[in-house]
């Protein structure tokens, strides 16, 4: 899949991160930002909220590039301490990988 698609992924996040913070109380929200921490101490979503993260973005990404990518099936390993997906600008390169493969 070219790199043009990284823009595209990036609108898929951030249109995924929008419908989640509708979901959040005020204060609670998402920051929309390459650098904003999702998983870890200094993240602001707890499990239920990245587990929400998750299943928007694979619903966006299946209507955006008409394929499934499978986030909620290894969310063990991207909601962990060593996770490849800290923060929005890595979860965009994780999704952009998984897309070329």
Same mark, same amino acid.
């Given at each position: 899949?070219?790199?043009?698609?990284?823009?595209? /992924? !990036?609108?898929? /996040?951030?249109?995924?991160?929008?419908? /989640?913070?509708?979901?959040?109380?005020?204060?609670?929200?998402?920051?929309?930002?390459?650098?904003?921490?999702? /998983? =870890? =101490?200094? =993240?602001?979503?707890?499990? !239920?909220?990245?587990?929400?993260?998750? *299943?928007? *973005?694979?619903?966006?990404?299946?209507?955006?590039?008409?394929?499934?990518?499978?986030?909620?099936?290894?969310?063990?390993?991207?909601? =962990?301490?060593?996770?490849?997906?800290?923060?929005?600008?890595? !979860? *965009?390169?994780?999704?952009?990988?998984? !897309?070329?493969?």
């Amino acid at each position: 899949m070219p790199r043009d698609n990284d823009q595209r /992924v !990036l609108a898929v /996040v951030e249109r995924a991160v929008s419908e /989640v913070n509708q979901q959040r109380f005020e204060g609670k929200t998402i920051h929309w930002s390459p650098d904003t921490t999702l /998983v =870890g =101490g200094q =993240g602001n979503l707890d499990s !239920l909220g990245f587990i929400s993260l998750m *299943v928007a *973005v694979e619903e966006e990404i299946e209507k955006e590039f008409r394929v499934r990518i499978a986030l909620t099936e290894d969310l063990p390993r991207l909601a =962990g301490h060593d996770s490849p997906v800290q923060n929005i600008g890595a !979860l *965009v390169g994780y999704i952009t990988r998984q !897309l070329e493969t």
